[in-house]
């Protein structure tokens, strides 16, 4: 598919680039950094939708046909990165100035997460959790991240969750469904 400029593979059992997607690209489109990141990076469109203004892209996903298609995009559109599969921050190390996340976010009753491109376990905080926990070791000074999210689960949970580790947040792009809010949380630290 062609999403702003560039074209974009999606493999069988990949995300497809959503609303979520755009709304991301769309946040985060007057950024530039020296090293940036994109964790749970799906097809890779978030970070390549910037990656001309990043001097050093890194892009993780625990579905190691996601991490094949984010890199197969990134050669087709002329740019590098270095793709990991991993969980979350765990196979990173150092700090990076911007680093970007759509994970999966939507509550999934009471078993263990039923698919791992949606579904962000019973009350949908799964992974946003512990990202907000784990992001200021990652951050350089300075850095910036930004985190999708859904009215679903807890826009201003996440928000206290973040002040409580020291990061300054806030709500920076939005986006009203008839079931829903998607909304982008900015955050850095605080000074
Ligand atoms: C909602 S999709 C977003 C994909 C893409 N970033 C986008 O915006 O279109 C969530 C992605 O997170 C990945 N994922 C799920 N759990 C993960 C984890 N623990 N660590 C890294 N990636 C994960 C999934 O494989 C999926 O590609």
Same mark, same amino acid.
């Given at each position: 598919?062609?999403?702003?400029?560039?074209?974009?593979?999606?493999?069988?059992?990949?995300?497809?680039?959503?609303?979520?997607?755009?709304?991301?690209?769309?946040?985060?489109?007057?950024?530039?950094?020296?090293?940036?990141?994109?964790?749970?990076?799906?097809?890779?469109?978030?970070?390549?939708?910037?990656?001309?203004?990043?001097?050093?892209?890194?892009?993780?996903?625990?579905?190691?046909?996601?991490?094949?298609?984010?890199?197969?995009?990134?050669?087709?559109?002329?740019?590098?990165?270095?793709?990991?599969?991993?969980?979350?921050?765990?196979?990173?190390?150092?700090?990076?100035?911007?680093?970007?996340?759509?994970?999966?976010?939507?509550?999934?009753?009471?078993?263990?997460?039923?698919?791992?491109?949606?579904?962000?376990?019973?009350?949908?905080?799964?992974? &946003?959790? =512990?990202?907000? *926990? /784990?992001?200021? $070791?990652?951050?350089?000074? %300075?850095? @910036?991240?930004?985190?999708?999210? +859904?009215?679903?689960?807890?826009?201003?949970?996440? &928000?206290? =969750?973040?002040? *409580? /580790?020291?990061? $300054?947040?806030?709500?920076? %792009?939005? @986006?009203?469904?008839?079931?829903? +809010?998607?909304?982008?949380?900015?955050?850095?630290?605080?000074?």
């Amino acid at each position: 598919m062609r999403i702003r400029g560039l074209e974009i593979r999606v493999f069988d059992g990949v995300y497809p680039p959503s609303e979520d997607t755009f709304l991301l690209m769309d946040a985060v489109s007057g950024e530039r950094a020296a090293r940036g990141l994109e964790l749970c990076s799906g097809t890779g469109a978030v970070g390549l939708s910037i990656a001309s203004r990043v001097g050093e892209m890194v892009a993780v996903d625990l579905n190691p046909a996601a991490a094949t298609n984010t890199l197969l995009n990134y050669r087709e559109n002329g740019m590098t990165a270095h793709v990991v599969v991993g969980d979350l921050f765990s196979p990173l190390h150092g700090e990076f100035d911007l680093i970007l996340m759509n994970p999966p976010y939507l509550p999934d009753g009471d078993g263990a997460p039923a698919d791992l491109a949606w579904s962000g376990g019973a009350s949908g905080r799964l992974i &946003i959790d =512990r990202f907000i *926990s /784990e992001v200021g $070791d990652f951050m350089s000074p %300075g850095g @910036r991240a930004y985190m999708l999210q +859904s009215s679903l689960n807890g826009i201003h949970e996440s &928000i206290e =969750r973040a002040e *409580s /580790e020291g990061l $300054d947040a806030q709500v920076v %792009g939005r @986006r009203d469904f008839e079931f829903e +809010s998607l909304v982008v949380i900015r955050m850095i630290r605080k000074a």
